[in-house]
């Protein structure tokens, strides 16, 4: 059983006759080497196959590190991901492995760092194998296991992206129509925008608006006790302008009433 790393064992005897002579010392020399993992963390605003979908030079922020981990989730080795997302961990035995892509740089010998990326991007995916060719589920910052035996290891993946961001808005104050009566909201005032390339497709109004009666979307009527549990999702422009009319009863009085949504690209 050698000592890990690129090492050669070395195993000394010697020979005896039947007549009791002794030979001189002989060696048998049993060199081990290691192999190098190498991968690449793309920026990938589509979220599809992992790789890189921006459509210009592959650029990913500083800060994040590549950690490999054994079958006890110990950290093995650590590398840092430079800015054109290229990583290699070098200098590995034989034996399963996952890699975790955190901004922790882990420590050998210690319990694996949690996965995470820098702040303002997300995790779209990850795959052992050429890029643009698959995605594994689940996308949470760890490749699959793969297996380490006498060849070096390429294509290790991640995808990342900076998802899209929905703008907060204020409308002007206004007269409460009171009663029955709702207010439309001018598609402008939603707003999103994608700052990696993509493009807004939907909102989603997240929860039921505050200091409100009913909100009415596309026709549809809902009020707190029928509005759905997961939102309710609205096409949008390339703007993140809704394409359906949104329209509120607020309650009565002086109040102020709040969307809540998100943007989708």
């Known amino acids: 059983d050698p000592i890990d790393g690129a090492v050669t064992s070395v195993i000394t005897y010697t020979a005896t006759d039947n ?85 922790t740089q882990g420590t050998i010998g210690n319990n694996a760092p949690a996965a995470s990326v820098t702040s303002g991007y997300v995790n779209t995916g990850e795959f052992n194998g050429t890029p643009n060719t698959g995605n594994t589920a689940p996308i949470d910052g760890a490749s699959a296991i793969f297996t380490v035996s006498t060849a070096n290891v390429t294509n290790i993946n991640f995808g990342i992206q900076q998802p899209p961001t929905a703008v907060t808005g204020t409308l002007a104050s206004q007269v409460n129509p009171g009663g029955t009566t709702s207010v439309t909201i001018p598609s402008s005032n939603f707003d999103g925008n994608d700052l990696s390339g993509g493009t807004i ?65």
Not at 31 to 43: A, C, L, R, W, Y
Not at 58 to 71: Q, W
């Open 201 to 265: 497709v939907s909102i989603k109004i997240t929860t039921f608006p505050t200091n409100t009666t009913t909100i009415t979307i596309n026709g549809t009527p809902y009020n707190s006790g029928n509005f759905p549990v997961g939102g309710v999702t609205i096409p949008a422009d390339v703007n993140g302008n809704p394409t359906q009319t949104i329209a509120i009863d607020p309650i009565d009085g002086a109040v102020t009433s709040v969307i809540t949504y998100t943007a989708t690209d």
């Open 19 to 103: 007549g009791g002579a002794t030979s001189a010392s002989a060696t048998v020399s049993v060199p081990f080497t290691t192999v190098t993992i190498v991968g690449s963390v793309f920026n990938d605003p589509n979220a599809g196959n992992v790789d890189n979908s921006t459509g210009s030079a592959n650029l990913v922020p500083s800060g994040m590190y590549a950690n490999l981990i054994d079958n006890n989730g110990k950290v093995v080795t650590t590398a840092t991901v430079g800015t054109n997302g290229a990583y290699t961990l070098g200098s590995v035995n034989g034996g399963n492995y996952t890699v975790v892509l955190s901004t």
